[in-house]
């Protein structure tokens, strides 16, 4: 008879981590669809969406502090150093974000332009954390990182001509790889 288990791992293990990817997949799609809506409001804003890039900030600070957490609580590591770190990390975006867009408030940096470096900037901290605290922001900051570039080079092109297509592909994503799981023997 066939054991699916390691010695180190029972299957109630597998179903918990089954779960927690599962969570991690659907807060993706989230995540990639806040940003989706953070360019757009920038786009159409006449302040350029300020607000809405700093709350996202905050929403994506808040998803990992409390997934890191969920993930490290019961380990024996202290908790606080991990939250300091992520607390600090997502403070830096911030900071950098809102210089950002501090920048198209007096007209260094148009709207559009804003955009793309606060996509960027975010990108970026999704990539640092997914090195640093946790894998799964690392898939996130490659699509930051596409949108970003489509809107660089197509910016003469309808806004809904790359962010459709992205949005449609992250669902299809999430669809994907949560039907894959809900599958049953």
């Not at 390691?6 to 299957?11: A, Y």
């Not at 996130?140 to 592909?169: E, H, I, K, T, W």
């Amino acid at each position: 008879m066939a054991n699916d288990t390691s010695p180190d791992r029972s299957p109630a293990q597998g179903s918990a981590e089954a779960s927690s990817l599962r969570v991690d997949l659907w807060l993706f799609g989230v995540m990639v669809a806040l940003a989706l809506v953070g360019v757009g409001v920038t786009q159409i804003e006449h302040r350029g969406g300020r607000l809405y890039w700093l709350f996202l900030v905050l929403v994506y600070a808040g998803i990992s502090i409390v997934r890191a957490w969920q993930r490290h609580r019961g380990e024996g590591r202290p908790l606080w150093a991990l939250i300091r770190a992520q607390a600090l990390h997502w403070l830096g975006t911030l900071v950098a974000i809102n210089v950002v867009l501090w920048f198209e408030s007096v007209d260094v940096a148009s709207r559009g332009a804003a955009a793309d470096y606060s996509l960027l900037i975010l990108a970026l901290s999704c990539y640092l954390a997914g090195i640093h605290l946790y894998w799964a922001y690392l898939p996130l900051s490659a699509v930051l990182v596409v949108m970003a570039l489509g809107l660089g080079y197509l910016d003469q092109l309808s806004l809904f001509a790359v962010v459709v297509p992205l949005g449609l592909l992250a669902v299809w994503m999430v669809a994907r790889r949560g039907s894959g799981h809900n599958a049953g023997p």
